[in-house]
C-alpha cells in the first residue's frame, strides 16, 4: 500500500513526509519497509511466532517498530523471562507499546498471582482503563489492607458482564478475610442470571460452594422446574438460589415471575431480596415497555435495595407513566444520578413539575444550568429549558504556530497516523487516544487537544478530529467537533430527495465519523453504514441502474442509496425524527413496535428505548443534527422543536410500507 493512499479516512494527502526528521533517503528505505509491517501485523492475527521472529530485524528503524517489537514479543510473552520483558519496556518507553505490553504482562502476572511484581509494576501502569488489571492491583497485600478496596473491588466486579479471573479471585480473598459479605457475593451472581450470563453465575457462586455454583447452571436452564421442587425457602441460601430462579423467569416472562412472587415466594424473601426481585420484574416489563412496568417497580419499598441499573429502569417507567414524583425519588438513590447529564436533566424537570416553594425551583434551576451547553442531547435540553436557543458557540483563539508544531512532532500522534496510513486502523486509534487521553496524567490541555485535532483535520482523520475536540469541555470548535466533508455532494443529494442536510450529516457524524470505507461487523458499509440488501432494494427504489454492492464504498453512491433510504425511513414514519433514527439504526419494525403506547414527549420516549445502543444513537443523532443546522443556516435552532411527541401511527395516515427492510 501507497503512503498516499489513504482511502480510508485520510484522503490522497501526503501523511508522513512532513513528520519524519530524516533524510529523503531515509525516508525511502523507510517506506520499502512498509510491507514489513504489515506482514508482521497479519503474522501476529496468525499467532505466527517463527514469522514474527524472522520479519522483525526487517522492522529495525521503521516508525512503526515499537508496534513490531510489541506483537513478536506479545505472542511469546508467556515464555519471556521477566529481564526480557523489563528490556521491551525500558527500550519502548513512553510509547503506547510499553503500556500495551505492561497491561498485558499485569494480567499474566495476575494468573501467576505474582502478587510482589505486581505491585512493583502496577504504579507504573499510565493507562489504567483495565478492570481486571485494577482488579489484580487490589489482590496486593497493600490494597487488600485498605478499607477503600472492598467498595472498589464489587464496583469493578459488577460492572464485568463476563468472568474474569482477576476480579473473582480478589473478590474470593475479601470474602476469605470477611471484608466481603455474603450478600454481595449473591448481588454479583443476580447481576450474571440478569444478563443471561450462566458461567458468570456459577463463578461467583463457586466463592461460597461449588454446589452452589453448579445450581446456578441448573436454575439458568430451567428456573421453573428448581421453583416447583421446593415448597419453601427457609435458608437464606434457598432464599437467593429462589431470587436467581425468578430473575431468569422475569426475562423472559416478567408477568409470570411477578404472579409467583406474589402468590408464593414473595413471602419467604427478606425486604431486600423481595425489592431486588421486583426491580428486576420491573426492569424486565420497563424494557418491553409494558404499561405495567412502573406498577411493578411501585412494589419497591426502599430504593436503596436497588442498583443503579434497575433504578435508572425505574425512573424511566416513572418517566413514560409521567409520574413526576416516583422520577425525583428514584434518582435521590442513585449513586452516579448527580454526575450524569441525563438524570440532572430529568431530577431537574420532575422538581420544576412538582415544586411548591421558590427554592426548589430556584434548585432545579441551577441544576439545568450546571449543564446547559451545546456538548450533547441533555446539554441542549437544559438549554432549551432555561429559555436559550441553541448556536454556534464563539470560535477559541486561533492555534499558534508553537501549538501546532507541538502536536505535529508529537511522537506518538506519528505515529497513530502512520499506522492509519497503512490501513492499520485499530492500532492507529489507540495509538493516538493514548498520545491524547492517557500517556500524561489527565490527559492532554484543552489546547493541546485542539492542536491534535487540527492535525487530524488537516490530514482528513476526521473521526480522530471530532473525537479529540469533542473531549475539550470550555474551549468549543465547532469547525472541528462537526466538519461537513463531501458538503456538495451531501447537500445536492439532501436537496434531491428533500431532505435536511443537517439530519444528514448528524446521522453520517454517528454512523461512521466520515470514515469513507467504514464497515461494521454486521456488514453495513460507508459513509452512512447501509447494509448490502438494504442498498440493492434502495437502488431499486430511487432508479439507481446496474448498481453493485461494492459501490457502497463510492462516497458519490454512498450518500445517494443513504440519503434515498433515509428519506423513505422518514416519510414512513410521518416525518418523524427520533422514529426515524431508531429505524435506521435498529430497523422499521423495531421502532413501529416502540412508537405504541402513550402519545410521549420524544426525549422521555428516546430514554425508554429499550436497546442501549439505539437509544445512545438517537439521542446523539439528534444533537448532531441541531449543531449541524445551526452551523449550515447560521441561526439559533430548537432541539426540542426537531424532537416534538411520538406515539402510535395516526389512523388516518398512509398504511405502513411493509417492504420498508
Not at 485520510?10 to 508522513?16: D, Q, T
Not at 431470587?243 to 409470570?256: C, E, G, M, S
Not at 414527549?601 to 441541531?626: C, G, H, M, Q
Amino acid at each position: 500500500m501507497q503512503l498516499t493512499q489513504i482511502l480510508t479516512s485520510l484522503g490522497a494527502s501526503v501523511l508522513i513526509f512532513s513528520f519524519m526528521n530524516t533524510a529523503n533517503g531515509q525516508i525511502v528505505t523507510q517506506n520499502k519497509s512498509d510491507d514489513v509491517i504489515l506482514e508482521m501485523n497479519q503474522a501476529f492475527k496468525k499467532n505466527d511466532k517463527s514469522q514474527l521472529s524472522r520479519l522483525l530485524p526487517k522492522a529495525k528503524g521503521h516508525a512503526l517498530e515499537p508496534w513490531a517489537a510489541y506483537w513478536e514479543l506479545r505472542v511469546r510473552l508467556d515464555q519471556a523471562s521477566t529481564a526480557e520483558i523489563q528490556e521491551f519496556l525500558t527500550t519502548y518507553a513512553g510509547t503506547y507499546a510499553e503500556d500495551r505490553l505492561r497491561n498485558d504482562w499485569l494480567l499474566q502476572l495476575g494468573r501467576q498471582r505474582d502478587w510482589a511484581l505486581i505491585a512493583q509494576e502496577y504504579p507504573r501502569f499510565r493507562m489504567n482503563d483495565d478492570r481486571e488489571v485494577r482488579c489484580y492491583a487490589l489482590g496486593t497485600d497493600a490494597q487488600l489492607s485498605k478499607p477503600e478496596t472492598p467498595a472498589e473491588l464489587k464496583k469493578l466486579w459488577y460492572a464485568l458482564r463476563e468472568s474474569d479471573d482477576g476480579c473473582t479471585t480478589v473478590a474470593e480473598k475479601l470474602h476469605d478475610a470477611k471484608k466481603l459479605e455474603s450478600l454481595d457475593i449473591w448481588r454479583k451472581a443476580r447481576l450474571a442470571m440478569d444478563n443471561n450470563r450462566p458461567r458468570t453465575a456459577q463463578s461467583a457462586l463457586n466463592i461460597e460452594s461449588a454446589e452452589l455454583g453448579k445450581q446456578a447452571i441448573l436454575i439458568h436452564a430451567d428456573p421453573q422446574k428448581y421453583l416447583d421442587k421446593r415448597i419453601v425457602a427457609f435458608t437464606r441460601k434457598r432464599k437467593e438460589l429462589s431470587v436467581l430462579a425468578l430473575i431468569r423467569i422475569a426475562n423472559t416472562d416478567p408477568d409470570k415471575a411477578a404472579q409467583l412472587l406474589e402468590k408464593k415466594w414473595g413471602l419467604m424473601l427478606t425486604k431486600e431480596e423481595h425489592n431486588w426481585t421486583w426491580g428486576v420484574i420491573g426492569k424486565q416489563a420497563a424494557q418491553k415497555l409494558q404499561d405495567n412496568a412502573h406498577q411493578y417497580f411501585s412494589k419497591v419499598s426502599r430504593n436503596q435495595d436497588l442498583n443503579d441499573d434497575l433504578l435508572a429502569w425505574k425512573a424511566r417507567a416513572a418517566l413514560r407513566q409521567g409520574d413526576w414524583k416516583a422520577v425525583a425519588t428514584t434518582l435521590d438513590a442513585m449513586e452516579d444520578a448527580k454526575n450524569d447529564a441525563t438524570w440532572i436533566y430529568w431530577k431537574a424537570r420532575a422538581q420544576l413539575s412538582t415544586a411548591t416553594t421558590d427554592a426548589q425551583r430556584t434548585e432545579a434551576t441551577a441544576a439545568l444550568k450546571s449543564i446547559a451547553g451545546v456538548k450533547g442531547f441533555y446539554e441542549q435540553l437544559a438549554l432549551e429549558e432555561l429559555g436559550q436557543a441553541i448556536s454556534v458557540p464563539v470560535k477559541p483563539a486561533p492555534l499558534t504556530a508553537q501549538e501546532k508544531a507541538a502536536a505535529q512532532q508529537n511522537a506518538g500522534l506519528q505515529r497513530a497516523l502512520y499506522a492509519l496510513s497503512l490501513g492499520l486502523r485499530p492500532e492507529g486509534n489507540r495509538e493516538w487516544n493514548y498520545s491524547t487521553n492517557l500517556h500524561t496524567p489527565g490527559g492532554m490541555s484543552e489546547r493541546e487537544l485542539l492542536a491534535a485535532a487540527d492535525l487530524a483535520c488537516s490530514k482528513q482523520v476526521w473521526d480522530r478530529c471530532i473525537n479529540t475536540s469533542d473531549r475539550t469541555k470550555t474551549q468549543i470548535d465547532f469547525d472541528q467537533r462537526f466538519p461537513m466533508p463531501l458538503k456538495d455532494t451531501v447537500l445536492r443529494k439532501a436537496k434531491e430527495v428533500q431532505l435536511d442536510p443537517a439530519y444528514v450529516y448528524g446521522l453520517i457524524r454517528q454512523e461512521s465519523r466520515f470514515i469513507m470505507d467504514a464497515k461494521s461487523v454486521v456488514g453495513a458499509s460507508g459513509l452512512m453504514q447501509v447494509m448490502p440488501a438494504t442498498a440493492k432494494w434502495t437502488a431499486k427504489k430511487i432508479g439507481l441502474t446496474n448498481f453493485q454492492v461494492n459501490q457502497l464504498n463510492e462516497h458519490e453512491t454512498n450518500v445517494a442509496i443513504g440519503t434515498g433510504y433515509l428519506k423513505l425511513v422518514l416519510d414512513d414514519f410521518d416525518g418523524s425524527m427520533p422514529l426515524a433514527a431508531a429505524a435506521y439504526n435498529a430497523g422499521p419494525s423495531r421502532s413501529r413496535a416502540w412508537r405504541k403506547g402513550p402519545v410521549l414527549e420524544a426525549a422521555i420516549w428516546a430514554e425508554n428505548i429499550p436497546f442501549t445502543e439505539t437509544r445512545d444513537y438517537v439521542k446523539k443523532v439528534l444533537s448532531n443534527t441541531t449543531n449541524y443546522a445551526a452551523i449550515i443556516t447560521g441561526q439559533p435552532q430548537s432541539l426540542k422543536a426537531r424532537l416534538g411527541t411520538v406515539g402510535p401511527r395516526n389512523a388516518q395516515a398512509p398504511e405502513e410500507n411493509a417492504d420498508l427492510p
